[in-house]
């Protein structure tokens, strides 16, 4: 399984991004995929995820500002960024699990000036 994370650039504070995760193979086999990101110096975080089911979950940080949605028909997992901080800058990764595995894509860049 392969999963491809876009959508990253610059932005500055208040304006919006949205990420795109396609995978290799069919999403409708995923128990739940997720966005994560990593700032400089810190440990890398759950931001969003939806499960097979729709069930979302969200970082207490970006909820009410971002959205995770699915489009099974094109194997792709979005992530909606409003109302970006600077403190959203990192790196967004996209990780499936496909049980009893999990897959990482690479990473993409946000970058949100002030």
Sequence with gaps: VQLQASGGGLVQSGGSLRLSCVASVSTVSANAIGWYRQAPGKQR?????????????YADSVKGRFSISRDNAKNTVYLQMNSLKPEDTAVYYCKGFFAPYEYWGRGTLVTVSS
């Design 45 to 57: 975080e759950l931001v969003a995820s939806i499960s097979s089911g729709g069930k979302t979950n």
